[in-house]
């Protein structure tokens, strides 16, 4: 499924964030986390943002990576060796591993409700139409994040 036939996608406007842990708290996957940065003082939710050429589908060895029906980018746990390359090919550091469960964590959408946009009180954290424009503004709040992580 190319990302231009989605019908929803993830998108973060962290001017608003004020950095409250809601998102946090409701992600049953532990698929979000807030960064602060001091200096820019700015907090920024980071989660998978379900890339529309995500790099860790293309690393892995397994192609244990797949999307689903509602876009999320998940790994298959049966296929997956844990091998860990694709927490090194994420450009935005959104996948982590469970050393309890040796499974792969990143966000999955809630499987087309992601609590984190139904909770956040500040519509930091929207699941809108992925419309042509609502995709570029996506494009460039990456680009931004690209910015603030290279920084740190």
Request: with cysteine; proline share 6%.
């Amino acid at each position: 499924m190319s990302r231009t036939n989605m019908s929803k996608i993830l998108t973060i406007s962290p001017e608003k964030c004020i950095n409250c842990g809601t998102c946090e708290s409701v992600c049953s996957n532990s698929g979000v986390n807030v960064i602060f940065f001091e200096e820019a003082e700015i907090a920024v939710p980071v989660m998978c943002m379900q890339c529309e050429d995500a790099a860790c589908m293309k690393i892995c060895p397994m192609e244990a990576i797949s999307r689903d029906e509602n876009g999320a980018v998940l790994p298959d746990p049966k296929k997956c060796i844990a091998c860990r390359m694709c927490i090194s090919a994420c450009p935005f550091g959104n996948i982590s591993f469970n050393p309890t469960t040796k499974l792969i964590v990143k966000c999955n959408l809630c499987g087309g409700d992601p609590q984190c946009a139904k909770y956040c009180p500040k519509e930091v954290i929207t699941y809108i139409d992925g419309t042509d424009a609502n995709n570029l503004k996506k494009r460039v709040v990456a680009s931004k994040f690209k910015e603030l992580f290279s920084e740190s």
